[in-house]
């Protein structure tokens, strides 16, 4: 069943920030820009005693059946009704002499259009996650932000 929206369908920009809290440090980590074997790591960091921060711009479509939002752009990986952030990790980010090689998964369900309205010129959606997993290594799969996406100034 097809959810009714108040507002006409529309097209918008949002503003997004990953914070990776505590990471290992000596670790490279970036957004992954493109799909399959044809991408690009950018925003490359490589982690030290801090926690890593990202941010970035996706495009939002309301062309989805369901009039959840549709994630659009070289940022946005997955199925529609999946869509997701790619966070490179070591080899997968280009540092060739790591020995880790992996990638985050952070979903971008749980944005709602009310959110995506509400941001503006000085808000942006953040979602904070762990940057170290409970092997001591730096976080890889699907890890879901910690307190969901919130609004930050910018």
Do not use: H
């Amino acid at each position: 069943m097809k959810k009714e929206r108040k507002t006409p369908k529309m097209e918008a920009e949002v503003r997004l920030r990953i914070v990776l809290v505590a990471p290992p440090a000596g670790v490279e980590f970036g957004i992954q820009e493109g799909k399959g074997n044809d991408y690009t790591t950018i925003q490359k960091q490589r982690s030290k005693d801090a926690d890593l921060s990202f941010e970035f711009s996706v495009t939002v479509k309301d062309n989805r059946d369901d009039g959840l939002p549709n994630f659009l752009g070289p940022l946005a990986q997955g199925p529609t009704k999946g869509r997701f952030i790619y966070i490179d990790i070591g080899k997968s980010a280009g540092q060739f002499d790591s020995c880790w090689e992996r990638r985050i998964k952070v979903p971008l369900g749980g944005i709602t259009w009310d959110m995506i309205e509400k941001a503006s010129t000085k808000m942006l959606l953040e979602a904070r996650l762990p940057g170290t997993g409970k092997d001591g290594g730096p976080s890889c799969a699907t890890v879901k932000p910690t307190d969901g996406w919130k609004f930050c100034k910018r």
